[in-house]
């Protein structure tokens, strides 16, 4: 039986969770654990019920990184997130860029975070995707307005990937699959953070310094 479209305007559907914890899974540095990983989000894919353009591009990604070494993926990971604003994992970003209101906006995540009762990790920022997929899959309600909210950064980072080639495209593909189609207001948005890039105003983001901006390149995401 072909597997329908996922209809998702309405709010999150029984399988979001597993797709949400995932395609987080994916996002995550791929350390020593990422083959266990990628082990594990190859079965959900085929046993958990997801609709086709949820599930066919993580089982393209399992695919690719089943013939890949992990230090390869690791080296490719840094490359792409760490090291190419256009491809940056961090939602705040696409909204505020590096000013005031992306301190407010980060401040925000963790607060919703701390309302459904979820901590985050002393080295986790709240707004990497990998970060924000793993609470949409244990608060899918929260999560999938929060991702919502950030529709027109996720396409942008979808975009991006898929233009530069990388692995890590098919993942945002499946993960822009459990979401509402762009509405005209966020292709907008999309089309003007692809002409004009993030608001750059550099004040008020000591305390939330993504790794991603940092002088010295730190491995970014969840460890």
């Known amino acids: 039986m072909t597997r329908k479209t996922p209809r998702t305007a309405r709010g999150p559907r029984p399988?979001?969770?597993?797709a949400w914890q995932a395609q987080s899974l994916l996002l995550a540095y791929p350390d020593e654990q990422f083959e266990q990983h990628v082990t594990l989000v190859?079965?959900?894919a085929a046993a958990a019920g997801l609709p086709?353009?949820?599930?066919?591009?993580l089982l393209r990604f399992t695919a690719h990184a089943g013939q890949t070494a992990t230090a390869d993926l690791a080296a490719a990971y840094v490359a792409t997130f760490d090291h190419r604003k256009r491809c940056c994992p961090y939602l705040t970003y696409y909204a505020h860029g590096d000013s005031r209101k992306r301190g407010m906006g980060l401040l925000r995540l963790k607060q919703t975070y701390a309302a459904a009762g979820w901590r985050l990790g002393d080295d986790e920022l709240p707004d990497h995707l990998a970060v924000v997929l793993e609470f949409a899959a244990t608060d899918p309600e929260a999560g999938h307005r929060l991702l919502t909210e950030?529709?027109?950064g996720l396409e942008l980072l979808r975009l991006a990937l898929n233009d530069d080639g990388s692995p890590w495209a098919s993942v945002l593909d499946s993960v822009s699959a459990t979401l509402p189609p762009l509405a005209g207001d966020q292709r907008e948005a999309v089309r003007r953070l692809a002409v004009q890039g993030p608001p750059e105003e550099?004040?008020?983001l000591d305390a939330y310094a993504s790794p991603?901006?940092?002088p010295d390149p730190v491995v970014g995401g969840p460890r």
């Open 15 to 18: 399988w979001h969770p597993h």
């Open 212 to 214: 991603v901006f940092l």
């Open 42 to 44: 190859g079965r959900v």
């Open 52 to 57: 086709e353009p949820v599930a066919g591009p």
């Open 202 to 204: 550099q004040v008020g």
């Open 150 to 152: 950030h529709r027109a």
